[in-house]
């Protein structure tokens, strides 16, 4: 069994790599484009390093943002959702509810012209 921090990391790092290589082709497209060059396959030039670089950072902030939201980064065990009794007030509300319902239906049909 992996750490839960761990696990998590593994899978956003598996998630970035398509998104990576997807930067990496606009990138070079973008400058094919711009300096009229063909696009050279297997060389990686040091701008376009850094560009992709520099997405990878932004998404895996973004990406931490998110896991932190969900509550993923907090140390310790995590946490279970609490056991919700339904009670007799809530069966009266939904009766109420229901009948408020009901009412409003037969009042709008009452009203309705023929």
Known sequence: RLPRRFAFAAMAA?????ALEQDLAIIRRARSVRTGQPLRRFMVRPGEAMAVLASAVRRAGHSAVALDARGLLLPGPPSHR?????????????????TVLALVLITCDALAPV
């Open 14 to 18: 598996l998630q970035f790599l398509p």
């Open 82 to 98: 609490v056991q919700i009794r339904w009670h007799l007030r809530d069966t009266l509300l939904v009766a109420a509810g229901l």
